[in-house]
């Protein structure tokens, strides 16, 4: 079984930044793609960011430019920090590990854009 914790949601002003981190323990071995994918009100899940095993990042068009993935293997942590953020960024943002042929999702983290 794998576990993901996410934290750092909160509430942000428009052009303000925030950093997402999502830890993930349990039945972990090596290194496994991760990502993050975000949910507004009454819209579907999106995918916002995911790094490869190799460290290969893609991003949603809506968000390049202001957001970057990153990993820290030892400590299997993923983080998205957010720039810019705007009211469109108001989601719940889940994060997400792939285990063959099992995806691992967190339960989500807040992120409301507001003054």
């Known amino acids: 079984q794998v576990q993901l914790v996410e934290s750092g949601g909160g509430l942000v002003q428009p052009g303000g930044s925030l950093r997402l981190s999502c830890a993930a323990s349990g039945n972990i071995f090596g290194v496994n793609p991760m990502g993050w994918y975000r949910q507004a009100p009454g819209l579907e899940r999106e995918l916002v960011a995911l790094i490869t095993t190799t460290g290969r990042t893609e991003y949603a068009d809506s968000v390049k430019g202001r957001f970057t993935i990153s990993r820290d293997n030892a400590k299997s942590t993923v983080y998205l920090q957010m720039n810019s953020l705007n009211a469109e960024d108001t989601a719940v943002y889940y994060c997400?590990?792939?285990?063959?042929?099992?995806?691992?999702w967190g339960r989500g983290t807040q992120v409301t854009v507001s003054s």
């Open positions: 997400y590990l792939r285990k063959v042929p099992y995806t691992y």
